[in-house]
């Protein structure tokens, strides 16, 4: 007799509780893939990932407070057995290319038919590297040469920095930064001036359009 396969555990992250009760409901459908846990941000992922020990987390970019992006590093430093597989709508470079500078092991656009999930899903668990088909190779290839194999400015920031940096973005003030990571606001503020200073941007304004065209945070137009 073989042996059975190992069930491949996975954890959801996404803000919109539709999506995520559709992709759970597909997800049910795949023989030996179970949905063990769902979140709502990065932050609450992180939470989950202790006492559900999911093999996969399938995470969108695009969520308050911390992206799926900055999760990403977290998931990798913290918990290096744990998968990632970013789920995005966007098949921009940039994202893609910091998703998997940032660690993750697979990128699903969210127009992805159930057997492009599945052959995901179970290509990461074997140690593979996953990119839906749509994100084109030559892509990529043209994105590295282009910027000479060098990181872009937000992977050279520090993780505080791009925490502090997304937030920043989605208007919270130095206070409620503050409260928020558990740190006092003169330390926010030192954060701030040196990640302006790394990036040479000295106004809210730039800093929001970086963090926008970075993949940090996603535009609403």
């Known amino acids: ?26 997800i049910q459908n795949i023989q030996g893939i179970q949905v063990v846990a769902e979140a709502g941000d990065g932050r609450e992922a992180l939470r989950s990932l ?40 966007h098949a921009n470079e940039e994202y893609v290319l910091q998703a998997l500078r940032l660690g993750a092991m697979g990128y699903l656009l969210k127009d992805a038919g159930i057997s492009e999930l599945e052959l995901a899903l179970r290509a990461v668990c074997q140690g593979e590297t996953y990119l839906s088909p ?45 409260e928020l990571l558990y740190i006092s606001v003169k330390t926010v503020e030192t954060h701030r001036m040196q990640l302006m200073k790394r990036l040479d941007i000295f106004d809210v304004a730039g800093l929001v359009r970086y963090a926008i065209r970075t993949g940090l945070v996603i535009s609403d137009n």
């Open 134 to 178: 749509a994100v084109s190779k030559h892509v990529v290839s043209n994105y590295l040469q282009r910027v000479g194999n060098k990181f872009s400015s937000s992977t050279q920031l520090t993780s505080r920095q791009r925490e502090i940096l997304q937030l920043i973005a989605e208007g919270r003030t130095t206070k409620e930064i503050a």
């Open 50 to 89: 202790g006492e559900h020990q999911p093999d996969v987390v399938l995470m969108d970019i695009a969520m308050p407070e911390m992206n799926g992006l900055e999760a990403a590093a977290h998931v990798v430093k913290e918990f290096p057995l744990v998968r990632v597989v970013i789920l995005s709508m």
């Open 1 to 26: 007799m073989t042996a059975a396969p190992e069930l491949i555990r996975v954890l959801l992250v996404d803000n919109h509780t539709l999506v995520r009760a559709g992709l759970r409901a597909l």
